[in-house]
């Protein structure tokens, strides 16, 4: 869980690379997700995302949000939990498989 010491804006999270728990980057944070009734941010708008990563799910120009509940620690960067590259693992394994 994220815990910080003091308040921040939310928008000091713009511009933050993203990487994974296993150090992957998975994209670049160009806006926020809120939840404009409990003012809650939801998830994190990516832009500049690892093509590698998420070919086969969206194109180009088109980045992704990742669930907020993923984010594990922000500090220089975002960390997410590895479930994305559990992802791109699985989908490796698939096409092996073919």
Partial sequence: MVTESEPR???????????????????????????LDTE??????LGKINRELFEEYVTEGQGVIVPY????????????????????QANDRAEATE
């Fill in 9 to 35: 804006e939310i928008t000091a999270l713009i511009d933050h690379d993203v990487y994974s728990a296993n150090g992957t980057f998975i994209g670049r944070v160009d806006d926020l997700k809120l939840d």
């Fill in 40 to 45: 809650i941010v939801t998830g994190l708008a």
């Fill in 69 to 88: 509940r993923w984010v594990r620690s922000v500090g220089d960067v975002v960390i997410v939990t590895d479930t994305i590259d559990r992802l791109k």
